[in-house]
């Protein structure tokens, strides 16, 4: 019994767990997918934005089928995503690096915003003792799995190098997820707050 829980404590505490050395391939791989996109080759910074993906969805399955969650995975894996999805939208919004698609500069101003939104709610509700751990809600996983099908929907039509109107309805999608998201994200923190 009292080893079991040692184990399961170690699997939680440690941070070589393969989960984490998957979060950190994919910080590994952002420079790479920016690289790739300044120069001009949406090909390769497609390929590697789904590598990215990729371990995204790895960590998390090794993570719950293992019993390998650990502290230091719940602060990495969300670093990882706010990494690539940042630089991605960033660059993806400048004509130079993005063509024929572009993404418009509004959708970019709102994922920015609810994700700065969220860190100084998190950093306030930690210091005051409130909430000492954020797990990420359906609606807020909801707008990330939009954020992502926006990001590969340009990367996509732009190796095609095809123009399509219809990514428009994508980018309100986008911006209606992270909206209502950040809305809940901001009632849970009132929520925290009001807590003796």
């Known amino acids: 019994m009292d080893n079991g829980q040692n184990r399961s404590y170690e699997l939680k505490s440690s941070f070589g767990t393969l989960p984490n050395y998957l979060t950190l391939l994919r ?37 719950r089928i293992w019993h390998q969650r650990s502290v230091a ?13 940042f630089s991605s939208f960033f660059l993806l919004s400048f004509s130079e690096y993005a063509s024929p698609n572009t993404i418009p500069w509004r959708v970019f101003w709102v994922v920015l915003g609810r994700d700065l939104l969220i860190v100084g709610g998190a950093l306030v509700l ?6 000492q ?4 809600t359906l609606i807020g996983k909801t707008s990330t799995v939009c954020q992502v099908l926006t990001v590969l929907a340009v990367l996509f039509f732009n190796f095609l190098n095809k123009q399509v109107g219809l990514l428009s309805w994508l ?4 911006i209606l997820a992270t909206v209502v ?3 809940q994200y901001i009632w849970i923190g009132i929520s925290a707050l009001r807590k003796r």
């Open 27 to 63: 910080i590994v791989l952002v420079p790479f997918f920016v690289a790739f996109l300044l120069k001009h080759k949406p090909a390769e910074a497609f390929i590697i934005f789904l590598l990215a993906g990729l371990t995204d969805v790895l960590d998390g399955l090794v993570a």
């Open 73 to 85: 995975g719940l602060w990495l894996d969300p670093i990882a995503d706010k990494l690539l999805l």
């Open 126 to 131: 930690f210091l005051l003792k409130r909430k």
């Open 133 to 136: 751990n954020f797990p990420p």
């Open 171 to 174: 980018y309100d999608l986008s």
């Open 181 to 183: 998201s950040g809305l």
